[in-house]
C-alpha cells in the first residue's frame, strides 16, 4: 500500500469511517504525525478534533524504558506499567517527580498548539483516537487506557496502516479498531508513505486552525 501524504491517508481512513456512522464523535489525534489524519476525519465526520499528548515515564538512567506514560486531558491520567516499575525499583516519589516534568511539557505544547483552548471531554461520546500509523503501539495503548477512564460511550483506534501483532493487542483494548492494512511484514509506518517529513509546529498549529475554522 503506497500513501501519499499523511493528509492523503487520513482521507481515506475517513472515508471508511464515516460509513460507520458514530453517534457524538470526537477525534482525538496524537502529535504530530496524527494531526493531518485526524484533520481529514474530523472534517468527514464533522466532528471536534483535539490533541491527546502522550510522555513516557522514563526509569532513571535508562530514559528510553517507560515505566509508564501521562496522558492528557481534563484530568490527565497516569499509567503504569506496574511490573516495570517493581522490577527496577522505582519509587513513588520518583514517579511523581518525573510525572510533573512531562506534565510540564505536556501543558507547554497544549499552549503552543492550542492556547486557551480547553480540553475536550471523552464523556459520553465516540472517541476516535488517529495517528499516523501504529507500529510498536506503546503511545496508542497508553492513550486508550487513559481515554477508558473518562467515560465514553465508545472507545475507536483508527489509522492508516499498524503492524498486524499490534491491531491485534488494541483491539482487545478498544471497542473498535479500524485500520486501513496490516501488512505482515511491517517494517516502520514511513515505509508506507511516500511523503513522511518530519511536522514541524507550524504546520501542527496552522492544521489545528483549519479544523477549527471547519467547525464554524
Known sequence: ?????????????????????????IVFALPRGGVPVGV?????????LDLLLVRKIGVPGQEELAAGSIVDGE???????????????MSREQIAAETQRQLAEIER??????????????????????????????SMKAAVAAVRRRSPKRVVVAAPVAAPEIAAELAALADEVVFLATP????????YYDDFHQLDDAEVIALLAEARAAQR
Open 109 to 138: 505544547r497544549r499552549r503552543l498548539y492550542l492556547p486557551g483552548v480547553a480540553p475536550l471531554s471523552a464523556k459520553g461520546a465516540t472517541a476516535i483516537l488517529v495517528d499516523d500509523g501504529v507500529a510498536t503501539g506503546a
Open 75 to 89: 484530568h490527565p491520567d497516569l499509567i503504569l506499567n506496574e511490573e516495570i516499575v517493581r522490577s527496577v525499583g
Open 1 to 25: 500500500m503506497a500513501l501519499a501524504d499523511r493528509r492523503f491517508a487520513g482521507a481515506a481512513l475517513a472515508t471508511e469511517l464515516a460509513a460507520r456512522g458514530y453517534d457524538h464523535p
Open 40 to 48: 481529514e476525519v474530523a472534517k468527514a465526520l464533522s466532528a471536534p
Open 184 to 191: 505482515a511484514r511491517f517494517g516502520a509506518v514511513g515505509f
